[in-house]
Structure formats: structure tokens, C-alpha cells
């Protein structure tokens, strides 16, 4: 679990409504517990799903660079524990949705892309899982009142383990 970058989620904050065209705000608390960097500028991104199908209905990048969420420093054999541990990385973005956005409940979910095909290339280290890369937060509401509460409940996530619809694209020259 700890060779390579291990990104773990520690918080992720957002708003249960969003007015229609209104501006959605995204928080994001992580650590990299794993061994090493990510070696890329890969873009990471927020999306809102839509709760049926888990197709992408709106989608931002944040404006954040994967290559200094950092691992920890020193690593104590014998303790099997870094002597600096891995630095919190606290990162957000405002994104303004569009009007023509369908007013409903989405599903709010967080990926990180490879930059050349624009997909879900690299999974995030939770439980919180669809099949093809994006890991769902909660539930946004858009342009009316909340029927129901943001958390996931009743939500059946996928097995990221079994997921061979990941890959890569490579640019065309």
C-alpha cells in the first residue's frame, strides 16, 4: 500500500444546494502516505454525476499541481513510520456552473486525469469508488431545495481492484 504515491482523502467540503448558475465551492483535504511524488502536472478535477447512470454532467479543474502533494520524510525501518510525517495538502476551487444545468440532485466526485485523453487515469486511496476512475463525495443540489441529506447512504460503490476500464492516451503528434 505504501510503494508509490497513496493519496487519501482526509476531508472534502461542499454545499448540500447550489442556486441554478451559481458558484459551487470544493474543498479538499489530502495526504500522500505512500513513498513517493507524482512525477506529472496530471489535472484533478471536480464533476457532478448524474446519480442513475454516473455520467459526467458538468466538469472543473482545480487549479492545483499534483507533484507537490508530497510523502513523508525519513523513514524509521524499524518503527515502519516516516520521522516527518506526509504534510497535509489543502486545496479548493469556485467554479461557476452553468445555467443550462438541469435543476435535480447530482452526485459530487473527484478525479484526476491524464492530461493527453482527458480521463480518470489514477485512483485516490477510499473506498468511494465508480467503475472508470471518479470517486463520488455526495450529493449536490441544484436549484432547489435538498430532499435529501448530502452523505452517500444506500449508495453501492464499485470495487476499484476490478476496474480494467482505466488507460492512458497518448497524444497524437
Do not use: C
Not at 510523502?71 to 520521522?83: C, L, R, S
Amino acid at each position: 500500500k505504501t510503494l508509490g504515491y497513496r493519496y487519501e482523502l482526509d476531508e472534502v467540503r461542499f454545499p448540500s444546494a447550489v442556486a441554478r448558475g451559481g458558484t459551487l465551492e470544493v474543498g479538499v483535504r489530502l495526504r500522500n502516505t505512500g513513498s513517493a511524488p507524482f512525477y506529472y502536472r496530471w489535472p484533478v478535477t471536480a464533476s457532478l454525476l448524474d446519480p442513475v447512470t454516473h455520467q459526467v454532467v458538468w466538469e472543473g479543474d482545480f487549479e492545483t499541481d499534483i507533484r507537490t502533494w508530497l510523502p513523508g520524510e525519513g523513514w524509521d525501518m524499524a518503527k515502519h513510520v516516516y520521522a516527518k510525517p506526509a504534510p497535509t495538502v489543502d486545496f479548493g476551487g469556485r467554479f461557476a456552473l452553468p445555467r443550462t444545468l438541469a435543476d435535480g440532485s447530482y452526485i459530487l466526485a473527484l478525479a484526476v486525469l491524464d492530461p493527453a485523453g482527458r480521463r480518470p487515469s489514477l485512483r485516490f486511496a477510499t473506498r468511494n469508488y465508480f467503475k472508470g476512475g471518479r470517486h463520488p463525495i455526495g450529493y449536490v443540489t441544484i436549484g432547489e431545495v435538498p430532499t435529501r441529506a448530502p452523505g452517500l447512504f444506500g449508495v453501492k460503490f464499485d470495487d476499484p481492484n476490478g476496474d480494467q476500464t482505466l488507460r492512458y492516451d497518448q497524444k497524437r503528434q
